[in-house]
């Protein structure tokens, strides 16, 4: 990893991309339900506010150690929005 910075654009740009998916999604099935979607957009959005937090955390003992475990921590849960924008009917 190599900053703070490419940390936060890297968090900034996989949750963007998750939620314009899910508003393609929206505008290609106008006949269904959004509340499934409209979930997946909220959970993107707190995904974003946990993890900017942690990356803005002061007082970290290992550094190399606490990014990774944030980038780590989006990539998951980045595949987790993943799944559920895929099993949206």
Avoid: C, Q
């Avoid at 900017?52 to 987790?80: C, S, T």
């Amino acid at each position: 990893m190599a900053n703070v910075r490419d940390l936060k654009k890297d968090i900034n740009y996989v949750l963007g991309d998750i939620i314009e998916a899910v508003y393609v999604w929206e505008y290609s099935n106008t006949d269904k339900d959004t509340k499934a979607s409209e979930a997946i957009i909220d959970e993107a959005i707190e995904t974003f506010d946990e993890l900017i937090a942690k990356v803005n955390a002061k007082n970290i003992d290992n550094p190399k150690a606490h990014f990774k475990a944030i980038n780590n921590e989006l990539e998951e849960k980045g595949k987790a929005l993943i799944d559920k924008i895929n099993k949206l009917g």
